[in-house]
């Protein structure tokens, strides 16, 4: 194994940074700290100024995400030369409220998610189905924010609630599909921490979220006397890329039949393997070698060019069903807006469903080859299929199970032998029709029965 490096991250909802006297002193504090990410939510900054913010937050680099008069609003901040952006992997909501990018540290590369989740009830699980975008990534995950809800009502609100939060369910289910870990649940399993102080209430609906492939070292929180959320910080321990040995490269054939690889793989043989043989004629297993190391990075980019272009797409039609449903709002009766929203909706309904199918043939790949036990979610979704599968097989009047074509035949006769009538017992009948006994009614009831009525 190679050397560990630390990697400290911090989380903070500032609750508004649009006063810019709080504003530096908010900047001053975390430059002053030990982090090497910042996830800030809660900013309420103009989209406008994001340059302005940018030059003020001397640290290091800087992504903000903020909407015209919303009340969100999210920031990440990079502190140190040592770590930077990957240009082309920013994606962005349209409310403001979550950010996703690639970063570069020391030749390691992580995916970054900050989010901040709605009040309202009835918004919380359209914004976690959204984050299913964001989250998606083949690189090691850090995922920090606000969102609002808590695991377990029980052990993370008080005064304590019986019901969990509306959202608990899905939040939970996305750490099991994205293989993600929360670092204070992780060291502290059991003990009742919150983040999060107003009056005699407090809740923990502030996290850190991170790949299994971290191992987390320390989780800590700080007062703060600019907001009622304390600062979370955590320090990630990650093997260091450059104190590599020799690994295994897994092959993805995902795109090997797509066309746009094809047509760029035979630029590639002919331009980079063909004309460059001449050197190695007496040398072919070097040749060989070089031309394995070449391909693989080559399929490597194109597999994060095309898996950047999924995300990019799914977003678009994202973006696009919302502002479709937007406009039914306002225009409910066009009929050419109702197609248009049906047809976005089909296909990002299409991507979604092929993308989870992926990931479900790679999980049960993993289990086959490593003894990977596929996740919880997809284990659950195939129990309930199985539990609700048709029936296979019936058996017959002597008991043997019959299965196929056998089944119609032993239905077909249970069924007429069920509706077929019996012939009626003549005498039985007569029996009853000659002890039945008349009855006496009084005379008054009689001629009330019998008496005429008006209205």
Same mark, same amino acid.
């Given at each position: 194994?190679?050397?560990?490096?630390?990697?400290?991250?911090?989380?903070?909802?500032?609750?508004?940074?649009?006063?810019?006297?709080?504003?530096?002193?908010?900047?001053?504090?975390?430059?002053?700290?030990?982090?090497?990410?910042?996830?800030?939510?809660?900013?309420?900054?103009?989209?406008?100024?994001?340059?302005?913010?940018?030059?003020?937050?001397?640290?290091?680099?800087?992504?903000?995400?903020?909407?015209?008069?919303?009340?969100?609003?999210?920031?990440?901040?990079?502190?140190?030369?040592?770590?930077?952006?990957?240009?082309?992997?920013?994606?962005?909501?349209?409310?403001?409220?979550?950010?996703?990018?690639?970063?570069?540290?020391?030749?390691?590369?992580?995916?970054?998610?900050?989010?901040?989740?709605?009040?309202?009830?009835?918004?919380?699980?359209?914004?976690?189905?959204?984050?299913?975008?964001?989250?998606?990534?083949?690189?090691?995950?850090?995922?920090?924010?606000?969102?609002?809800?808590?695991?377990?009502?029980?052990? @993370? #609100?008080? /005064?304590?609630?019986?019901? *969990?939060?509306?959202?608990?369910?899905?939040?939970?289910?996305? +750490? $099991?599909? =994205?293989?993600?870990?929360?670092?204070?649940?992780?060291?502290?399993?059991?003990?009742?921490?919150?983040?999060?102080?107003?009056?005699?209430?407090?809740?923990?609906?502030?996290?850190?979220?991170?790949?299994?492939?971290?191992?987390?070292?320390?989780?800590?929180?700080?007062?703060?006397?600019?907001?009622?959320?304390?600062?979370?910080?955590?320090?990630?321990?990650?093997?260091?890329?450059? @104190? #590599?040995? /020799?690994?295994?490269?897994? *092959?993805?054939?995902?795109?090997?039949?797509?066309?746009?690889? +094809? $047509?760029? =793989?035979?630029?590639?043989?002919?331009?980079?393997?063909?004309?460059?043989?001449?050197?190695?004629?007496?040398?072919?297993?070097?040749?060989?070698?070089?031309?394995?190391?070449?391909?693989?990075?080559?399929?490597?980019?194109?597999?994060?060019?095309?898996?950047?272009?999924?995300?990019?797409?799914?977003?678009?039609?994202?973006?696009?069903?919302?502002?479709?449903?937007?406009?039914?709002?306002?225009?409910?009766?066009?009929?050419?807006?109702?197609?248009?929203?049906?047809?976005?909706?089909?296909?990002?309904?299409?991507?979604?469903?092929?993308?989870?199918?992926?990931?479900?043939?790679?999980?049960?790949?993993?289990?086959?080859?490593?003894?990977?036990?596929?996740?919880?979610?997809?284990?659950?979704?195939?129990?309930?299929?199985?539990?609700?599968?048709?029936?296979?097989?019936?058996?017959?009047?002597?008991?043997?199970?019959?299965?196929?074509?056998?089944?119609?035949?032993?239905?077909?006769?249970?069924?007429?032998?069920?509706?077929?009538?019996?012939?009626?017992?003549?005498?039985?009948?007569?029996?009853?029709?000659?002890?039945?006994?008349?009855?006496?009614?009084?005379?008054?009831?009689?001629?009330?029965?019998?008496?005429?009525?008006?209205?």
């Amino acid at each position: 194994m190679g050397k560990l490096s630390a990697l400290r991250v911090g989380t903070l909802n500032c609750q508004g940074l649009n006063d810019y006297y709080k504003r530096m002193a908010v900047f001053d504090m975390l430059q002053n700290s030990d982090l090497s990410i910042i996830f800030i939510q809660e900013t309420k900054l103009k989209p406008d100024y994001h340059y302005k913010y940018s030059m003020e937050w001397t640290g290091g680099e800087s992504i903000f995400n903020s909407v015209l008069g919303g009340k969100s609003g999210t920031a990440i901040l990079l502190k140190g030369t040592g770590v930077k952006f990957c240009d082309g992997t920013k994606m962005l909501d349209l409310e403001g409220r979550v950010i996703s990018v690639d970063i570069e540290l020391q030749g390691s590369k992580f995916h970054l998610v900050n989010s901040y989740g709605p009040n309202e009830n009835e918004q919380k699980i359209s914004y976690l189905n959204r984050l299913h975008l964001f989250l998606d990534s083949s690189i090691p995950t850090i995922w920090a924010g606000d969102h609002n809800l808590t695991q377990i009502a029980r052990q @993370d #609100r008080y /005064p304590i609630r019986l019901n *969990n939060d509306r959202g608990s369910k899905e939040f939970m289910e996305m +750490l $099991d599909v =994205f293989d993600l870990k929360d670092v204070c649940r992780f060291l502290y399993p059991n003990q009742k921490i919150f983040t999060f102080h107003r009056g005699t209430c407090k809740s923990r609906i502030d996290s850190i979220c991170v790949s299994a492939c971290f191992c987390i070292k320390t989780y800590g929180q700080e007062d703060t006397s600019f907001s009622d959320h304390e600062l979370i910080k955590t320090t990630l321990l990650y093997e260091n890329v450059f @104190d #590599r040995g /020799p690994g295994m490269w897994k *092959n993805n054939v995902k795109y090997y039949r797509d066309d746009d690889f +094809l $047509d760029n =793989f035979k630029y590639f043989w002919h331009q980079k393997i063909i004309n460059s043989y001449g050197p190695y004629r007496d040398n072919v297993v070097t040749w060989w070698l070089d031309f394995k190391y070449s391909f693989k990075m080559y399929y490597i980019k194109l597999s994060r060019e095309k898996l950047l272009m999924s995300r990019r797409h799914d977003q678009m039609l994202e973006n696009g069903l919302h502002y479709a449903l937007m406009d039914m709002h306002r225009c409910p009766n066009d009929t050419q807006l109702i197609g248009k929203y049906n047809t976005i909706k089909k296909q990002l309904m299409e991507s979604r469903i092929r993308k989870t199918k992926e990931r479900i043939f790679k999980s049960e790949a993993q289990y086959l080859m490593m003894g990977e036990k596929p996740i919880k979610s997809f284990f659950e979704k195939f129990k309930n299929k199985k539990e609700n599968k048709p029936i296979t097989s019936l058996k017959d009047e002597s008991g043997e199970e019959i299965f196929d074509k056998g089944m119609i035949k032993i239905a077909e006769n249970f069924y007429r032998k069920l509706f077929t009538p019996r012939e009626t017992n003549q005498s039985i009948i007569n029996l009853f029709l000659n002890n039945i006994q008349p009855v006496e009614c009084e005379n008054s009831l009689l001629e009330g029965l019998t008496a005429p009525f008006s209205f």
